[in-house]
């Protein structure tokens, strides 16, 4: 079974984001002056091949623990698992 | 003294920048450069290692993450474990950072901006621990200054509290940001680091990394020689391995 997952990885709270601070002050010039706390994050997708949705989030969350976040100044969150059922385009046009 | 060149096997990465700097470097502080590719697992029986500048794979994911990886990095990382002298100029101490080799982590500087310019640091521990060896296996003694360039456009260093605490306490802060004449003050802190830190210590203080770049500092007909007394240790350190 094929599952898509995404994880979401985020600057540790706490910790300066100076991409989300200039994002902020560029706010107010295109008329918002109410928003605050701007924080930029990364969202990653994966398609993975395991044989159950539970194997499909423990193998996503030992590579995001090892790899797709530094446990020093991020943290990450499994934002979606979902199976996949539909074939790709290249699998249709193979069959 | 002995005669004796050490080996230094510098470390290519794909997008690498400074290897060439870094290898003209240790010949002219009197080592014998090896050139090492990442992809390789030998280090060419090197005596040190040098991780030089650049933006390895991109800086993709962050900085250092990928090269992490490569199969040179094992030898390395079994080589520091061993005792073995690593130096990780720039993108090199964001590499040593994502391998666990090197407390702490490089992040976007303070002001977004790429700062890229000749700046002071000041010696805060020359060999690392709070006991200053006199040997020549020191960079310097406490309070000395030092003219290197930086360019980087990540390059805050950051650890947690905790860690900070523990790396003040065990001499590990290897130098610090501050004004020509050693002012250490955050008008200093060229991107915002914590405490000013440009560059730490292993706890074995067998591998450095710092974010200035000493490899463009040691030729006197181009400059300020400020990064000569950090090649200097990695030598030294080199020799000291080496049965004469």
Known sequence: MTFHVVVGVRLKEGLLDPQGKAVESALPSLGWNNVSHVRVGKEIELEVDAP???????????????FLSNPVIETFEILQVSQLVALHPSDEKAT | ???????????????????????????????????????????????????????????????????????AMES?????????????ICNGFQ????????????????????????????????????????????????????SVPIKHGEG?????????????AAGQVAFRYCSPVGLVSDDFNPNGSA????????????????????????????????GQPILQWLLSAARARVPA
């Open chain 2, 195 to 226: 405490a000013n830190i440009a560059g730490v210590w292993n706890e074995k203080g067998n591998v450095l990394g710092l974010m200035p770049h000493p490899e463009h500092a040691v030729d006197p007909d181009l400059g300020p020689t400020g």
């Open chain 1, 52 to 66: 159950d949705e539970a194997a499909a989030r423990a193998q996503v969350t030992e590579m995001a623990e090892r």
């Open chain 2, 156 to 168: 805050r260093f950051v650890a947690s509290a905790e860690e900070l605490r523990r790396l003040e």
């Open chain 2, 76 to 88: 390395v990382a079994a080589f520091a474990t061993a005792g073995g002298p690593v130096l990780g």
């Open chain 2, 95 to 146: 590499i040593l950072c994502e391998a666990g080799l090197l407390p702490g982590a490089l992040v976007r500087n303070r002001g977004l901006a790429f700062v890229c310019r000749w700046i002071t640091v000041r010696v805060e521990h020359g060999s690392p621990g709070s006991a200053e060896s006199s040997d020549n296996l020191t960079i310097g003694r406490e309070g000395e200054l030092l």
């Open chain 2, 1 to 71: 003294m002995s005669e004796h060149r050490p080996r230094v096997g510098v470390v290519t990465f794909p997008g690498s920048l400074d290897d060439r700097d870094a290898l003209r470097a240790v010949a002219l502080m009197g080592g014998d450069p090896v050139p090492v590719w990442h992809a390789d697992r030998s280090l060419g029986e090197a005596d040190a290692v040098i991780l030089p500048g650049g933006f390895s794979y991109g800086d993709y994911l962050r900085t250092g993450a990928i090269a992490r990886f490569a199969p």
